[in-house]
């Protein structure tokens, strides 16, 4: 039996949807900070994708901008993510060049952008190298 492998997608022609990864964690954007934080410390990852109302994806918390809420006091018990500062729109798309994505997530200063469907629902994770 003959295996014929295919090269790999070049990085200048790969899209996003080549190179993301599933989406993870999500939490409404309702959710109160300190519960955020604990759903983040006990997933050992470093970020969760915040949904709005509508099920559309609202933006990226990351562990650095949880950071200062790690005290915990009256505040996080009843602020909800949304009104903290996270990273929001515009997003990544699957059909968009991975050159192009990579080049804006430089620009913004993102390890991670979420990618989202037509409708704006996460579909997945784009990491930078």
């Not at 109160?32 to 933006?59: E, K, N, P």
């Amino acid at each position: 039996m003959t295996v014929t492998l295919q090269p790999a997608t070049p990085y200048l022609t790969a899209t996003v949807g080549d190179l993301m990864d599933p989406p993870g964690l999500q939490v409404d954007d309702d959710v109160m900070v300190d519960t955020a934080l604990d759903i983040l410390q006990g997933s050992g990852t470093d970020h969760l994708l915040v949904r709005g109302d509508d099920g559309r994806c609202a933006g990226l918390l990351t562990a650095l901008q949880l950071a200062p809420f790690r005290a915990r006091s009256w505040y996080t018990e009843r602020t909800p993510v949304r009104d903290i500062v996270f990273d929001r729109a515009p997003f990544a798309a699957a059909g968009m060049p991975a050159a192009t994505a990579f080049a804006a997530m430089q620009q913004r200063e993102l390890d991670s952008w979420p990618v989202v469907d037509h409708d704006g629902h996460v579909v997945g994770l784009l990491r930078r190298p």
